[in-house]
């Protein structure tokens, strides 16, 4: 769920996911600037309260008087609120406050319900939120409003606050009262809160995890859905003698090195820094947490870019127990995960321990393996050196006598399942082989090239959670066949609780052969019976003279699509656009334009959100789209950015990457 964004305020565009800085108006010692920060937060109350902050705001605006030129947030006083439990200050008057002295992001003036209260609090202290919330627009001129969620630790008030402020004309959403959780470790409760609330927010807004600061937290926050991120923790903890890293916290006086190789790790020894006046160590600790910070924060962004963020959460959130808990929790989100999940990525999938396996990509998998053509016979093999399909060529189609499959040693001696199979149910008369394998339990072959089926690293050495999660997903696909092959090795590997047979002397006819891989190849991407609906005719395969892969597929001399070599999904020429768009039905596929962009379709532009009317909502991104009018005839394909209600929600930017148009 973690995106990357573009940010537009009066004082410039900045990248998210982004971290602001918290500036104390009176006391700010440190150019933050310096150290990466490209957006500040300050907070408005402490202005307004102090008659010569006050007074120097009003004359010369925010930006001078925190000496900052970029964009400034600023908070109304709702967490001097929550800590006093009572501000002197109205709703109306702050956001007014914040228009004149120049803000570029007010704050209306929220209550911040601490977690675990009683939920009659949550659900009243949720209403004033509300109308303080509509009375910020009614206030506002020209400011670009936060509307921040609350509801306590009550998901339901959380998705409910969300889908109302959602609704209504905000510029960002932060979710709130989340500090008490992070101070505690609560991130199980965190996740929990945001998922809540993201689900139910505009996905074109960014949304600020307000008081999140500690790096160690970036990579999981932006993963379910967070954009903006603020904190004092950088001088707080430096008041402190701690070094925030994204692995933890050190303390000074444990230090026997310094924790990383900033100016201030390689110019001072932890010794230097004890023998220092306090506010000289602290100014220079305070560096070094920026640095971090915001070093971690560009991780982040690339991990997106790569299409590995998962990757580092994962490495992430071995840096505490309760983070560990926060990511074992998202096993309760696997769909909205996968529904925000891009189909194809750049990098590979890295199994890092048993919390891998609740990623949105084995999900899709076993969605998509539904599609597939039902045979009536399944021979299960065991994993082997990938590429399987060409590998097992090797080893079966090579072989000398081919029915006698049960002689090679990698595969191991055959047997029968005897019982957990539906007998008999279906009437062809055929052969699936597939391979039994951590993390994505079932690969048939001809798809095993498929991202990201061959696009992945697990440890040869199982865990347990590994072997019963294989288990289960046997346990359901053998049920889909008459009669099942299977191989010691498996049978032993995962403990396989089935009794058996021996399996002898039977005649296994091998059919691995392209023509019927690429229709599993179009099933699996585009749906039951593309593969037909694209692949008839007098179909010609053109193999890679390099690779020996197969790299396109004509119907005589009409080239209808090419395999990319490096995700191994089918990416559609003109005809192969017609015969799909002639065959899936309506809105599958479709993103639907309005009549002033169908001229700019037809010419191959790429497609902006904006004119786009209508879509199959179950579209993600990186997917192969066709184009189409209201009258749903086809003007151009490609490829989706975002997925379907993404590409409805925003009205800036592009939505699809058009490969060509139809004249
Ligand atoms: N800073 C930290 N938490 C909050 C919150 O819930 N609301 C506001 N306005 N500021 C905060
Ligand atoms: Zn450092």
């Known amino acids: ?21 918290v500036i104390h108006p009176g006391k700010q010692t440190i150019d933050v600037k310096k150290y990466g ?4 937060i300050t907070n408005a109350y402490i202005i307004y309260k102090n008659e010569v902050l006050k007074e120097k705001a009003l004359e010369n605006g925010v930006h001078s008087l925190i000496n900052f030129d970029g964009p400034i947030m600023t908070d109304s006083g709702s967490f001097q609120l929550s800590e006093y439990g009572d501000i002197d200050v109205t709703n109306r008057e702050i956001i007014e406050f914040q228009e004149k002295i120049g803000t570029d992001i007010g704050t209306s003036l929220d209550i911040p319900t601490p977690p675990y209260v009683k939920r009659e609090r949550a659900e009243k202290e949720l209403e004033i939120t509300l109308e303080r919330a509509k009375e910020a627009l009614e206030v506002r001129k020209n400011l670009m409003l936060n509307s921040v969620v609350q509801g306590s630790t009550f998901p339901d008030l959380r998705a409910k606050c969300a889908e109302i402020l959602g609704k209504m004309d905000f510029e960002v959403y932060p979710i709130g009262a989340v500090v008490p959780l992070l101070e505690n470790y609560r991130y199980k409760d965190v996740l929990d ?20 600061g500690h790096p160690m937290v970036f990579a999981f926050a932006a993963a379910i859905g967070c954009d903006l991120f603020d904190s004092a923790a950088y001088i707080l903890y430096a008041q402190d003698d701690r070094f925030l890293m994204p692995e933890g916290t050190y303390k000074l006086e444990n230090l026997y090195e310094m924790p990383c190789s900033c100016d201030v790790c390689t110019n001072y020894t932890p010794d230097d820094l004890k023998s220092m006046k306090k506010d000289q160590r602290m100014k220079l600790i305070a560096q070094h947490n920026l640095y971090i910070s915001f ?33 074992r929790g998202l096993k309760n989100y696997k769909e909205i995960m996968e529904e ?44 082997f050196r990938k590429p399987y399909s060409k590998n097992i060529q090797n080893l079966i189609l090579n072989h000398p006598e081919i029915e006698n499959i049960q002689d090679l040693e990698t595969i191991g ?69 008459n009669e099942v092959i299977i191989s010691e090795k498996i049978i032993k590997k995962f403990d396989l609780p089935y009794k058996f047979e021996n399996y002898n002397n039977e005649f296994l006819k091998i059919e691995l052969n392209d023509k019927n891989k690429i229709k599993y190849i179009a099933d699996y991407q585009f749906g ?69 962009a ?33 009258k749903d005839e086809l003007l151009a394909f490609g490829k989706s950015l975002l997925n379907g209600p993404e590409i409805m929600d925003f009205k800036v930017g592009q939505a699809v990457k058009t490969r060509k148009g139809v004249k």
């Open 37 to 40: 920060a490209e957006i500040v």
């Open 413 to 481: 001696k055959l047997y029968k399942i005897n019982d957990e199979t539906n007998n008999g149910k279906i009437e062809t008369n055929s052969l699936q082989i597939a391979v039994c394998d951590v993390p994505f339990g079932i690969i048939p072959l001809e798809i095993d090239e498929v991202y990201p089926l061959a696009q992945n690293e697990a440890p040869s050495s199982l865990d347990e959670d590994s072997k019963k999660f294989v288990r289960n997903i046997l346990k359901d696909y053998v049920k889909n066949f």
């Open 295 to 327: 070093a971690e924060i560009k991780k982040v962004r690339q991990a997106i870019m790569d299409g590995s963020l998962l990757e580092l959460v994962e490495q992430r959130c071995r840096a505490h127990p309760y983070l560990l808990d926060a990511l």
């Open 528 to 596: 039951k019976g593309s593969g037909n609906a694209l692949f008839s005719g007098d179909i010609n395969i053109v193999k890679s003279r390099k690779t020996g892969k197969i790299r396109h597929v004509y119907d005589g001399d009409d080239l209808i699509a090419t395999l990319r070599a490096s995700d191994g999904i089918f990416v559609l020429s003109m005809e192969g656009a017609k015969r799909l768009h002639n065959y899936l039905k309506y809105p599958k596929n479709r993103v639907v334009v309005n009549t002033d």
């Open 193 to 212: 809160i945001v998922i809540a609330s993201v689900g139910n927010l505009p996905p074109s807004r960014p949304r600020h995890l307000m008081g999140a």
């Open 598 to 630: 169908e001229p700019f379709a037809r010419e191959g532009k790429s497609i902006f959100a904006k004119f786009v009317i209508d879509i199959d909502i179950n579209i993600r991104a990186n997917e192969e789209v066709l184009i189409v009018n209201e």
């Open 340 to 383: 925000h999940d891009p189909l194809y990525k750049k990098s590979a999938f890295f199994y890092s321990g048993p919390e891998s396996l609740n990623r949105p990509e084995i999900l899709r998998h076993h969605k998509q393996i539904k599609r597939l053509p039902q045979k009536d016979k399944l021979l299960l093999l065991p994993s």
């Open 1 to 21: 769920m973690g995106r990357i964004g573009v940010l537009k305020t009066p004082h410039g565009n900045i990248k998210t996911p982004n971290l602001m800085p």
